[in-house]
């Protein structure tokens, strides 16, 4: 089996295997990864690979890891903040606006370091400015890993953490500290940084916008399918959940949840 037909095999047993959607990935990427696991397994190739992958399940969490490599960055994947920008908080401020309701709850389940919820606060301050003032903005951030907790409670970041921060948003909504900067007290005010199990701790309910991007990918395909409906059932009517680019709706979830941007991984929680 020659390499490119080696590749193609190995994405149809990465996508049923392990549910972890590899054609969002450019092969030559994709191809650089996966020899990462060939050279640490002592193969020769990626058919021999393939064949480890199968009789080795063990080895499906190291390779997720290596394919996904955890980045956290300020408004990382522009697009789908253009989007949030754009589409879906407008949309949400323009119903409460007409229905009389001040309450804006978003959860950043698995926020990691704290980049995510921070970087949607700043936006939805950028995009209501003085009208903030009419709504009671919530913005959870979640995690289960006690060390990220401690970071993004912290809020202090490294310049390479900041690289998609535009300069004004930079002046505007940071600090100098030390060779870093640090969210300003305004927008850290906005966060609540908590730890939470999301399989095994108490459903939360009423958000508006649920984040859970490259978390599910972790999960076995059941989890997924119960936690994709925990989501659901933790949003209001007219409520997003967003996922990440290389995750996929499964189980009930797909019957239930409308695709609003099937490239941005955007969906809708419609009145039943």
């Known amino acids: 089996m020659n390499d490119d037909d080696a590749l193609e095999a190995l994405k ?13 990935y450019k092969d030559k990427y994709l191809k650089r990864r996966l020899m990462v696991r060939v050279r640490a397994n002592g193969l020769s190739g990626l058919d021999e690979y393939l064949s480890f992958l199968r009789t080795h399940p063990e080895e499906h969490d190291t390779l997720i890891g ?4 955890n980045v956290t960055q300020f408004f990382r994947d522009s697009s789908m903040y253009n989007y949030l920008a754009e589409q879906v908080i407008p949309d949400i401020i323009y119903n409460k606006t007409e229905q009389g309701r001040r309450v804006f709850r978003v959860w950043s389940a698995g926020c990691s370091s704290g980049e995510e919820p921070y970087s949607v606060a700043i936006l939805i301050k950028e995009l209501l400015g003085e009208r903030i003032d009419g709504f009671q903005i919530s913005i959870h951030g979640t995690d289960i890993d006690d060390g990220s907790l401690s970071k993004a409670k912290k809020g202090v970041y490294s310049r390479d953490q900041l690289k998609n921060v535009d300069p004004k948003l930079l002046d505007t909504y940071f600090e100098p500290f030390g060779e870093n900067y640090r969210v300003t007290r305004e927008i850290k005010d906005m966060v609540r940084i908590k730890k939470h199990d999301l399989m095994a701790d ?10 859970n991007r490259n978390v599910m ?8 399918e119960r936690l994709l409906m925990d989501f659901y059932n933790s949003l209001n009517n007219g409520g997003y959940l967003i996922i990440g680019k290389t995750e996929i709706l499964s189980g009930k979830a797909r019957d239930v949840l409308t695709v609003i941007s099937g490239p941005e991984r955007i969906y809708r929680k419609d009145k039943a």
């Open 12 to 24: 149809r047993l990465i996508f049923s295997e392990i549910n972890l959607d590899c054609q969002q």
């Open 217 to 224: 990918i972790y999960f076995s395909r059941e989890m997924q």
């Open 202 to 211: 108490r459903k939360q309910t009423n958000f508006d916008i649920i984040f």
């Open 66 to 69: 290596t394919i996904t490599i």
